[in-house]
């Protein structure tokens, strides 16, 4: 079993940059990757970007140049750097961790991200 705590989510102006943060614990040792999605307001969850054990990354589209995620190992715990943030990426972000040998994925309890002026 693993358990994630995601923060960092809040209320930004557009242009502004937060830093969402996702710690895992528990079987930790299960985690092939880890990732972050997000959902808005009548919209389907969507991925946002990943990375593997071995530090291979993957983004989404509508924000690859604004968006990076990282982790820090000695913490079990990935980040998702959010810089030149526009009004559409106001939604829930999710932390998911998916895991080796066909175990289902896990996912976070969400945070709420609003992009407004």
């Known amino acids: 079993q693993v358990q994630l705590v995601e923060s960092g989510g809040g209320l930004v102006q557009p242009g502004g940059s937060l830093r969402l943060s996702c710690a895992a614990s528990?079987?930790?040792?299960?985690?092939?990757?880890m990732g972050w999605h997000r959902q808005a307001p009548g919209k389907q969850r969507e991925l946002v970007a990943t990375i593997t054990s071995g530090d291979i990354t993957n983004y989404a589209d509508s924000v690859k140049g604004r968006f990076t995620i990282s982790r820090d190992n000695a913490k079990n715990t990935v980040f998702l750097q959010m810089n030149n943030l526009k009004r559409e990426d106001t939604a829930v972000y999710y932390c998911i961790a998916e895991m080796y040998s066909l175990r289902p994925d896990y996912w976070g309890q969400g945070t709420q991200v609003t992009v407004s002026s």
């Open positions: 528990g079987n930790i040792r299960s985690i092939r990757a």
